[in-house]
């Protein structure tokens, strides 16, 4: 296992993911969750504090997409090494003239989740999910699980399963 945590099934611990993210992680393979101090849940605390290298995490950026006059939103994958190219890569991809990150009170009412713990798992339908190619390629990632009392452990290859999800080169 990754880091100094007590991994488990998520399906024996449902009471540690948020309820969107506990209601689709059955159709995720290999998925462990894990308790954490919620105060500790944003990722330099948390790999530092758990043994976590920061390549095996990754983090889930809720970007806001604008067109016309029309909102749109995508959650972007990156490893906690690199940063998402919002501005380039993700703009071009979505087809938008604005990219921004989202709003956190927009995310969070979005998706249901607890700012600091937003996860691709379980996102609205028809949102799409950016995958790095980075993330898709490790062998195992840490990701949130919707609240900022545990975390998430995966194949990085079952977040490129999720509805929505396209792996492309995002990181700079």
């Given amino acids: 296992m990754v880091g100094t945590l007590d991994w488990g099934p998520v399906n024996e611990r449902s009471g540690l993911l948020a309820d969107p993210v506990a ?24 790999c530092e504090r758990y043994g976590v290298p920061l390549d095996v995490s990754a983090n889930c950026v809720v970007v806001a997409a604008k067109r016309g006059g029309e909102v749109s939103y995508a959650a ?13 890569v993700v703009r071009k991809h979505l087809g938008a003239r604005k990219v921004s990150f989202a709003p956190m009170a927009d995310a969070t009412s979005l998706t249901g989740m607890e700012y600091g713990g937003i996860t691709p798992v379980g996102l609205p339908a028809g949102w799409p999910i950016l995958v790095d190619e980075a993330v898709a390629a490790a062998p195992q990632v ?31």
């Fill in 76 to 88: 972007c994958m990156v490893l906690a090494t690199g940063r998402a190219d919002v501005n380039g």
């Fill in 142 to 172: 840490v990701i949130g699980s919707g609240l900022r009392k545990s975390k998430i452990l995966l194949p990085g290859k079952a977040l490129t399963g999720l509805p929505g999800a396209e792996v492309i080169a995002l990181a700079r």
């Fill in 23 to 46: 209601a689709a992680t059955g159709g995720v393979p290999g998925a462990q969750a894990a308790e954490i101090d919620p105060d500790l849940a944003d990722t330099a605390a948390f």
